[in-house]
């Protein structure tokens, strides 16, 4: 089941955040109020899945392998990797009115 989890968080992060947090306490250990996962739901919803993640393998901290996970979804969630470098590299070869 925690693998099927893993899967569906690279596509639908925010449900299965939903799914976490209905189902048992891990979000809720891993941060210590409300305030930082539910800003995570709404911006960084991977990072937010990922430093969860880290800090139960990292029995209570993150650091190693589990803050090199927490760096990639950062840049995922922020679409550094992937296609958001192609929808810049677009924007910009099109030519604006005010440039003329």
């Known amino acids: 089941m925690p693998l099927l989890a893993g899967c569906l968080s690279l596509f639908f992060p925010r449900l299965v955040i939903l799914l976490v947090v209905l189902v048992s306490d891990y979000i809720g250990t891993a941060y210590q109020t409300v305030l930082?996962?539910?800003?995570?739901?709404?911006?960084?919803?991977?990072?937010?899945?990922?430093?969860?993640?880290?800090?139960?393998?990292?029995?209570?901290?993150?650091?190693?392998?589990?803050?090199?996970?927490?760096?990639?979804?950062?840049?995922?969630?922020l679409g550094l990797v992937g296609h958001g470098g192609h929808g810049w590299r677009s924007h910009r070869k099109r030519k604006h009115p005010r440039e003329d």
């Open 36 to 77: 930082w996962p539910l800003l995570g739901f709404l911006f960084l919803p991977l990072t937010t899945l990922a430093y969860a993640w880290a800090y139960h393998a990292g029995d209570g901290h993150v650091a190693g392998f589990g803050l090199a996970v927490v760096v990639v979804a950062v840049l995922l969630d």
